[in-house]
């Protein structure tokens, strides 16, 4: 497997001039940077972003989109994380929901929510994981019977990141039994997230913020123009979407404000240790072209689901490895309140909320068995 070296084009390095004027002039002049994709949800920011063609951009044209490659959006996505900017409330349907209904929807569904999802006021949350069923996914116990019209649904889902401001999520449900093959009869559906029969209950985060919720389903109806892709084919759709959200700037780039602010504002630090800084700039680089790679590689055609597995370990790995070497370097306390030094409330939230960079989107166990499987 090779990664090929890849340059910023002229035209890309335009866009991203641009990207970064549209942050000069965007974010509120106390905008307090967020750590990569858990930034704060903003709908105006949302809004104003997409009316400038960088939210669905990769979407046709004809579906409210703007026909614009994979590098393309990593570079809008890399300005934008590196500012902290607010990108949660359009986050998941850009990532991963609008691909994922251009390629597995119906007519129907891509014509009623691609253009809400590139105006950017369509979001989505992901209904993946459930008690007993993290990265044994085919284990899901929610499940989908035939009503009139449509399924009723019952079971309960967990880690829903965005579940309580987010419209819809799309569930992965059992809609037959299939006594052989775990992987047959699964099917995906979006759920309205205010339907009736749904109660979303907060789990709070380490660091005390509301990310993610337990979803219950009680008897909710899902009519039949809601089913995404083929009912029982869910499984290749799901392991295709996970793919979408693997391999982008999102998984190395946690932590670059917590460097950009030791770097700006820790001089004495950074002097001190300029090796340990050296070597975490050197490796942000290389992720960052490896990433870039796996961008140019999706605008080749290709389909590189195990440099995106590597991607994601290697960068989520790093971005732990980087918060433990500023809390060894770091010698005094530092609190998620700490109003007036941004590099120490940062590095507080990123020890709390570290754990979880190599848990979300799967497991980095699980992405060693992808790369694996894929390398033998
Ligand atoms: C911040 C955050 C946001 C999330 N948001 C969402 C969301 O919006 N929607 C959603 O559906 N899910 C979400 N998740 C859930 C996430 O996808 C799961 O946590 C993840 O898939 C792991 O599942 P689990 O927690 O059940 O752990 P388990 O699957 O129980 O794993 C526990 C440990 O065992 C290891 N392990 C398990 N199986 C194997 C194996 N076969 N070989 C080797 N090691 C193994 C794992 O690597 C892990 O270290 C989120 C998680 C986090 C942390």
Redesign the pocket.
């Known amino acids: 497997m090779i990664f090929t070296p890849n340059a910023i084009r002229a035209d890309e390095d335009r866009l991203r001039r641009e990207v970064r004027e549209f942050l000069k002039s965007e974010l509120p002049a106390d905008h307090s940077p967020g750590l990569g994709m858990?930034a704060d949800h903003d709908p105006a920011f949302s809004a104003a972003l997409a009316a400038r063609g960088w939210v669905g951009m990769a979407l046709p044209s004809r579906y409210g989109g703007h026909d614009r490659g994979a590098v393309d959006r990593f570079v809008v996505v890399e300005e934008l994380l590196s500012a902290g900017a607010p990108i949660g409330a359009h986050w998941?349907a850009d990532r991963q929901t609008g691909p994922l209904i251009l390629r597995f929807g119906t007519e129907d569904q891509r014509q009623r929510f691609l253009p809400e999802i590139a105006a950017g006021k369509c979001w989505f949350?992901?209904?993946?994981?459930e008690p007993?069923?993290?990265?044994?996914?085919a284990a899901v116990r929610t499940r989908a019977e035939r009503g009139d019209g449509g399924w009723i649904v019952n079971g309960t889902?967990?880690?829903?990141?965005?579940?309580h401001i987010n419209h819809y999520f799309i569930i992965l449900c059992r809609t037959s039994a299939s006594e052989d093959d775990r992987h047959h009869g699964l099917s995906q559906m979006i759920v309205d997230l205010g339907s009736s029969g749904i109660t979303i209950n907060p789990i709070p985060?380490l660091d005390g913020s509301h990310?993610?919720n337990e979803v219950v389903l009680e008897d909710v109806f899902v009519p039949d123009e809601l089913v995404v892709g083929e009912v029982g084919h869910g499984w290749t759709q799901v392991t295709s979407e996970l793919a979408y959200e693997r391999a982008g700037p999102d998984r190395y780039m946690s932590v670059f404000q917590l460097l950009q602010q030791a770097l700006s504002h820790r001089p004495e630090l950074v002097a001190e240790h300029a090796a340990a800084f050296g070597r975490l700039v050197a490796r942000m680089a290389t992720l960052r072209q490896a990433s870039l790679g796996v961008a140019v590689a999706i605008d080749d055609g290709e389909a590189p689901a195990v440099q995106a597995a590597m991607v994601k370990d290697l960068g989520t790995t790093f971005e732990q490895e980087t918060v433990a070497v500023l809390r060894d370097l770091i010698d005094e306390p530092v609190s998620v309140d700490d109003h007036r030094d941004l590099f120490a409330s940062l590095l507080a939230r990123a020890t709390l909320?570290a754990?979880?960079f190599t848990?979300?989107?799967?497991?980095?166990?699980?992405l060693r068995?992808v790369a694996f499987k894929g390398l033998k």
Do not use: Q
Request: proline share 3%; charged share 15%.
């Open positions: 858990s998941i949350s992901i209904g993946m994981s007993d069923a993290g990265s044994d996914l889902k967990v880690w829903t990141s965005g579940a985060f990310h993610f909320t754990p979880s848990l979300r989107g799967g497991t980095n166990e699980i068995s």
